[in-house]
């Protein structure tokens, strides 16, 4: 017998241990079957698991276990990701924390020893947490981006990338991160709205030094590396100077008037300095226009020897207010300005970031992007939703050179080696590279390793591949890519998923995934985007202690709708708490009713209405399960299965076979009793890609699996149910619903007391209508708590009329409840949400107010006003009734 509740603090761990010791997760259990693949987002072997990551894995779940009872040759492939800078910083820490050496005077192989140890130790803590949600990835095959055999792809990738001209070393501007001393990505990179200024400054002409040319800048340090103002070509303000030279203040220097359209006449006074060794923009103006790229900051953004002698040395803020106080002491500040901008910081070391000129490798992306766009443009590769194929679209086909170096010490190392005239040798081995420079040199010569490590993104852009053997030909290679889907994140869609299209379409000259799922983002349930500023982080691992992992799997799979930000509240978490329990209880009640699968059971061959008609709902709810799945309507799928579970099965289908159970023996209770346990069986299944958990420990613990499966529930066979039956019940049970509940919302609007039954008048009723309630008298009357039901010409006075199709029905109320004191309330309660609707309808039309409001506010107000609306309705409706009974 069923225990009185589940509990999935004892039952989790051990139905998940169970799996694995069963081999349930297994790549290669089916060999003759269709295969099907997921490779995981690698999770950052530093990370804990947070909402982002509970949400797309328990997408990915879904999808595996799903393809799995399906019968296909499942695998998803799980590992982590080494992290370069995350990683390096946890370990910096503890050293700090130990009061030990820093890295540099401990030494590279010392440091790197030590992380190893580090991730030893403490390392993939989110890997038991992805266990604790249910993830079911074959954790056999589990891969590290910095293992031997990813290594291994990685030196092969970079050696024969090199060797083909796509990688290449050049002086080019990076976010330079002065307090980490390393380049970082746009990913690591996080702006922040700050309130600061906009300093105007006179730039003399060469040729009449008495005018100027105005130009304004957020950073007036960076002025020092001016080497040109830029006007528009059309600006006829300027046309006359183009060509010509400016002082640049405070230095010796020339700088030329030139023209560009990326200058832009409407901003400011038209002009713009330029320092192209500053400013990414400024950049590409510089090599359109060959000016000198002078860097005027040291690694530390300090300035350097390319400024006057009486900025050296200082710090770039410090800088800042001498150019300020320097140039308004000549006379050439001519205003500052207020002015709110985005200043980026590092993720990390949450230090101001430097655009900054530097000697870094690069990938030749522009080449390699080329077959990623037509991938995607012929359909052989998909977006989901499609519109995200947009934004692929508009970052590749304006793709920059991708600086894949990093002044870091974990890593990949670059395999590159310098001889003494600086000569590079790019080789997979030490021994290759020396073998090399000694054949160019004529004689041993010895080499230098470069220093710096790849960008984690160039491993993760091999995962598709590499985690399947590559360069190696596997067989898990060869059977499993490519693969199916990667579900992942919009913010990634550049830095990984066009990555992994540009390697994959390279080196194994196929798309590394038929389709790219990309979810939403989970806000808190105001709709703001959870931040540890904020204090308004939803913390999964809290959550599922609390509630358990199926209610907060449930509760992210019938938000996920495409397109749509999930507002998570943890009231939803527990309301999916309380489906588990509405399901537990509805097995316990089988289960004491001797409902037991019956193997000889067909479903195709009911003979009562209620059967027929919960074989046709269920059949209709497996095929929107299905295709919600299949289509990645993941909402859709999860709210089917919901609404059949609670409002088909539980509320109705159980309610009308209590008398039928609780009957006399015979065919009608043996039918009813085979049905309802399969329908569970069957619900079961459907339920489990989204709850585990609870259906796997009912399908262990109840006449289910002993009658019909005796194997695991996550084994068991998908449904597949086409008896195209009972339609004609369903259409019966439909309208017998339909009037229970008609009847209910009356009494509930007009406060009739829950304890009173109260008679139900019927009036021309045609015959199928009387038919139905001639047969299902029993069922009205006890659930719509009908004291009398009888036939009538006319309506009595003071009765609250329903049509239904076929009928008018009557509930005389007027000797149960005041009807002119519930008119009286009904208008004014429908008075003060008229208001409310009033002053709701007015502040969302403010155009002040929705320019100003926070994004999260105004949708509050927005589901105010649409809650109000639907009150209102019900309020109207009500008094519609009231009048007509009069």
């Known amino acids: 017998m069923l225990d009185k509740n589940f509990r999935p603090e004892e039952a989790e761990k051990r139905l998940y241990e169970r799996w694995e010791q069963e081999g349930a997760f297994a790549a290669g259990r089916r060999p003759d079957a269709d295969p099907y693949c997921i490779v995981i987002p690698p999770p950052n072997v530093t990370g804990s698991l947070h909402m982002g990551h509970a949400l797309n894995n328990t997408l990915q779940d879904v999808l595996v276990r799903f393809e799995r009872m399906r019968g296909r040759d499942v695998l998803w492939q799980p590992g982590m990701d080494h992290a370069g800078i995350a990683t390096q910083m946890v370990v910096e820490r503890q050293l700090e924390a130990e009061n030990k050496t820093d890295r540099r005077s401990m030494g590279r192989e010392a440091f790197v020893k030590r992380v190893w140890e580090w991730k030893g130790e403490s390392g993939g803590i989110i890997i038991n947490q992805l266990r604790r949600l249910g993830a079911s990835c074959d954790w056999s095959r589990e891969r590290f981006t910095m293992d031997e055999g990813l290594s291994a792809a990685v030196l092969k990738v970079f050696v024969a990338l090199y060797n083909e001209g796509l990688i290449y070393k050049d002086k080019r501007l990076v976010n330079w991160d002065p307090k980490l001393l390393t380049a970082i990505s746009d990913l690591e990179v996080q702006s922040k709205e700050m309130q600061g200024h906009l300093w105007h400054f006179k730039y003399p002409l060469e040729d009449d030094p008495t005018k100027h040319i105005v130009v304004a800048t957020t950073r007036p340090e960076t002025m020092l590396g001016d080497t040109a103002v830029a006007v528009h070509p059309d600006d006829p303000r300027y046309r006359d100077l183009v060509g010509k030279r400016v002082y640049l203040p405070l230095t010796d220097r020339l700088i030329p008037i030139i023209a560009d359209d990326y200058a832009d006449p409407e901003q400011g006074s038209g002009a713009v300095k330029i320092t192209p060794a500053h400013d990414f923009n400024d950049f590409e103006v510089g090599r359109r226009h060959n000016l000198e790229m002078i860097n005027i900051l040291d690694e530390h953004a300090a300035l350097n020897e390319n400024v006057p002698m009486a900025y050296r040395g200082l710090d770039r803020f410090v800088a800042r207010k001498k150019v300020v106080a320097d140039l308004e002491a000549q006379g050439l500040l001519e205003k500052i300005v207020d002015h709110t901008l985005m200043v980026p910081y590092g993720d990390r070391s949450d230090v101001v970031i430097e655009p900054w000129l530097t000697d870094q490798w690069y990938v030749d992306a522009e080449t390699?992007?080329?077959?990623?766009?037509?991938?995607?443009?012929?359909?052989?590769?998909?977006?989901?939703?499609?519109?995200?194929?947009?934004?692929?679209?508009?970052?590749?086909?304006?793709?920059?050179?991708?600086?894949?170096?990093?002044?870091?010490?974990?890593?990949?190392?670059?395999?590159?080696?310098?001889?003494?005239?600086?000569?590079?040798?790019?080789?997979?081995?030490?021994?290759?590279?020396?073998?090399?420079?000694?054949?160019?040199?004529?004689?041993?010569?010895?080499?230098?390793?470069?220093?710096?490590?790849?960008?984690?993104?160039?491993?993760?852009?091999?995962?598709?591949?590499?985690?399947?053997?590559?360069?190696?030909?596997?067989?898990?290679?060869?059977?499993?890519?490519?693969?199916?889907?990667?579900?992942?994140?919009?913010?990634?869609?550049?830095?990984?998923?066009?990555?992994?299209?540009?390697?994959?379409?390279?080196?194994?000259?196929?798309?590394?995934?038929?389709?790219?799922?990309?979810?939403?983002?989970?806000?808190?349930?105001?709709?703001?985007?959870?931040?540890?500023?904020?204090?308004?982080?939803?913390?999964?691992?809290?959550?599922?202690?609390?509630?358990?992992?199926?209610?907060?799997?449930?509760?992210?799979?019938?938000?996920?709708?495409?397109?749509?930000?999930?507002?998570?509240?943890?009231?939803?978490?527990?309301?999916?708490?309380?489906?588990?329990?509405?399901?537990?209880?509805?097995?316990?009640?089988?289960?004491?009713?001797?409902?037991?699968?019956?193997?000889?059971?067909?479903?195709?061959?009911?003979?009562?209405?209620?059967?027929?008609?919960?074989?046709?709902?269920l059949e209709q709810t497996q095929k929107a399960v299905t295709e919600g799945i299949e289509q990645y309507k993941f909402n859709e799928a999860a709210n089917a299965v919901y609404r059949f579970v609670w409002h088909v099965f539980c509320d109705w289908y159980l309610e009308c076979i209590k008398p039928i159970l609780h009957g006399p023996e015979g065919p009608s209770k043996d039918e009813t009793r085979a049905c309802s346990a399969w329908v569970l069986e069957q619900t079961l299944k459907l339920l489990h890609p989204f709850m585990p958990f609870i259906t796997e420990e009912l399908w262990q613990n109840t006449d289910v699996a002993a009658a019909s499966h005796p194997e695991m529930l996550i084994t068991a066979p998908w449904p597949d149910l086409s008896f195209s039956v009972g339609e004609e019940a369903a259409g019966e049970m439909a309208w017998v619903i339909d009037l229970i509940t008609e009847i209910r919302s009356v009494r509930a609007e007009m406060n009739v007391p829950a304890g009173a039954k109260v008679p139900l008048v019927i009036r021309e009723a045609d015959a199928t209508a009387s038919a139905r309630i001639d047969r299902h008298e029993e069922l009205i009357t006890r659930l719509a708590r009908i004291s009398t039901l009888h036939s009538s010409d006319s309506i009595p006075e003071g009765a609250i009329q329903i049509v239904l199709e076929g009928a008018t029905l009557a509930l005389p109320l007027a000797e149960i409840i005041d009807l002119d004191k519930e008119k009286s309330r009904l208008s004014r309660e429908l008075e003060k949400i008229s208001k409310e609707i009033k002053k709701l309808e007015s502040k969302l039309s403010d155009d002040k107010f929705l320019s100003k409001a926070p994004e999260e506010v105004i949708e509050s107000q927005r589901e105010r006003l649409e809650d109000a609306q639907q009150t209102g309705s019900k309020l109207t409706e009500a008094l519609s009734r009231l009048a007509k009974s009069a």
Request: include cysteine; charged fraction near 25%; hydrophobic fraction near 40%.
């Open 368 to 617: 390699l992007a080329k077959p990623a766009i037509e991938a995607v443009e012929t359909g052989k590769t998909k977006f989901v939703p499609a519109n995200w194929e947009k934004t692929y679209f508009e970052w590749m086909r304006n793709i920059q050179p991708w600086c894949i170096s990093r002044q870091l010490w974990w890593g990949h190392r670059i395999p590159a080696w310098y001889g003494p005239d600086g000569k590079v040798f790019v080789a997979e081995t030490e021994q290759e590279a020396q073998s090399a420079a000694d054949k160019h040199y004529g004689k041993p010569t010895s080499l230098t390793r470069d220093e710096d490590v790849l960008d984690t993104w160039f491993s993760s852009g091999l995962w598709p591949f590499s985690t399947l053997g590559w360069p190696d030909d596997t067989p898990e290679l060869k059977r499993y890519y490519k693969t199916d889907v990667l579900v992942t994140g919009f913010d990634i869609i550049f830095f990984w998923v066009a990555r992994m299209m540009m390697m994959g379409l390279h080196f194994m000259e196929k798309i590394p995934f038929d389709t790219v799922y990309i979810h939403a983002l989970v806000r808190d349930e105001k709709g703001a985007k959870m931040s540890k500023s904020k204090g308004n982080i939803i913390d999964p691992l809290a959550l599922m202690d609390k509630y358990g992992a199926d209610a907060l799997r449930f509760t992210l799979a019938a938000m996920a709708a495409q397109g749509r930000d999930i507002k998570l509240a943890e009231s939803r978490v527990e309301g999916y708490r309380n489906f588990g329990t509405k399901l537990w209880n509805a097995a316990r009640f089988s289960q004491m009713n001797e409902c037991a699968v019956n193997p000889a059971f067909d479903p195709s061959r009911v003979k009562e209405t209620v059967n027929l008609w919960i074989v046709h709902e």
